[in-house]
């Protein structure tokens, strides 16, 4: 059930799941000095195989590894780029339903030359491919992570005189990643971008002021890195990207409609489809998708990853009708709206109450578009 014979597919989910506690006991154990990173590994292997078969039993056909060997969903991926460097976060408010949380993700510095030194998720793939029947999806931070957080600030003015350079070199380390997972089998590739939709929040503007950078102008910059990042991609493999508004423990960053950035995003920027966060007012309204042009797609995340309540089908369908109101509804599909745990800690809900969430999206996407 896909939306053209290949990714997205009519029910999709954007990634990350739950820890197991067998996964977070290892890592804890790792971290102490009890246990050898391979032995680490084999545990990760195995519950990434029980949660393979999970996904696939309930109907998904994308299907990911959960992000279980990451801490973060960016970090752990742009650290092993030569030339940066991971620093204490700075504290920030995340917003919860029932007040603020504050959490301090690491940062990241660009001190020195970037360069793809070694393989950085061939070989995670190449596991997850090995156990997948379906469509083995691979989710990779967003080339931008490096850059939205500090902005020129964050990139050595010595190594990096101009900053052009600077883009240049990472967009290259991302083609030479991204050619070596199409070699290893990867045909479903998604970016996880929090920077575009921080955009449409008018306190995360102001702060982008704030640092120097004109947020007007960086949706159309930030369509050009990552168009250079994936412009060796091959022609078998999707792309898309999710726009992520924060998620740590059932909170979130930022909120606003996605009218600041909707025309650059479905226009400049090259990829398949869009994993757009629906799930309540924090989003805003459908007039965005007005801007979709055909041939690409829009994963709507209508259903929640931060509460354990199940969603309604009858009014999932509700908005699903209002979205096609902007954007035919043979170019729509159905997701939640983040992942279960874009850092190790996960979300507020069992294992359990996240997957009967991806069964609706399942079920509900079965009965929209049959």
């Not at 970037?114 to 998720?121: N, T």
């Not at 060796?232 to 059932?250: A, E, Q, W, Y």
């Not at 909120?255 to 924090?282: H, K, Q, S, T």
Request: aromatic fraction near 8%.
């Amino acid at each position: 059930m896909s939306t053209n014979g290949k990714p997205p597919y009519r029910a999709d989910h954007v990634g990350s799941l739950l820890r197991p506690k067998a996964v977070l006991e290892a890592r804890d154990q790792r971290k102490k000095g009890d246990i050898t990173s391979e032995a680490l590994r084999e545990v990760e292997d195995a519950e990434i195989a029980k949660i393979v078969t999970k996904q696939q039993d309930i109907g998904l056909q994308g299907v990911t590894d959960g992000e279980f060997r990451r801490e973060l969903f960016h970090v752990d991926f742009l650290e092993h780029l030569k030339g940066v460097v991971v620093k204490s976060g700075i504290p920030m408010k995340f917003r919860t339903a029932e007040g603020e949380l504050e959490f301090a993700p690491p940062r990241m510095e660009v001190v020195g030359r970037l360069e793809r030194v070694r393989q950085i998720a061939v070989e995670d793939f190449a596991y997850l491919k090995s156990k997948v029947g379906n469509t083995a999806k691979l989710c990779i931070p967003s080339p931008t992570m490096l850059h939205f957080r500090s902005g020129r600030k964050g990139i050595s003015d010595e190594v990096y005189p101009d900053i052009e350079d600077f883009f240049a070199d990472l967009a290259r380390a991302y083609r030479e990643e991204i050619s070596a997972l199409a070699a290893a089998g990867c045909t479903y590739l998604q970016l996880d971008d929090t920077n575009l939709a921080y955009l449409c929040d008018p306190k995360m503007r102001e702060r982008t002021r704030e640092i120097g950078e004109d947020p007007d102008e960086l949706p159309r910059l930030y369509a050009r890195i990552i168009n250079d990042a994936i412009s060796s991609r091959p022609d078998d493999m999707t792309v898309c990207i999710h726009l992520c508004r924060g998620n740590f423990k059932s909170s979130w960053v930022s909120e606003g409609g996605y009218e600041p950035v909707a025309e650059v995003l479905f226009n400049e920027l090259d990829i398949d489809g869009y994993f757009l966060e629906y799930d309540d007012e924090r989003s805003g309204d459908f007039a965005p998708l007005r801007f979709v042009p055909k041939g690409k797609h829009v994963i709507l995340g209508l259903v929640s990853s931060k509460v354990p309540e199940l969603e309604s089908k009858d009014e999932l369908k509700q908005r699903i009708d209002e979205a096609a109101k902007y954007c035919p509804l043979e170019q729509l599909a159905l997701s939640p709206q983040c992942g279960f745990s874009s850092t190790v800690e996960g979300n507020d809900l069992s294992e359990d109450e996240q997957f009967a969430k991806l069964s609706l999206v399942v079920e509900t996407a079965n009965e929209v578009w049959g």
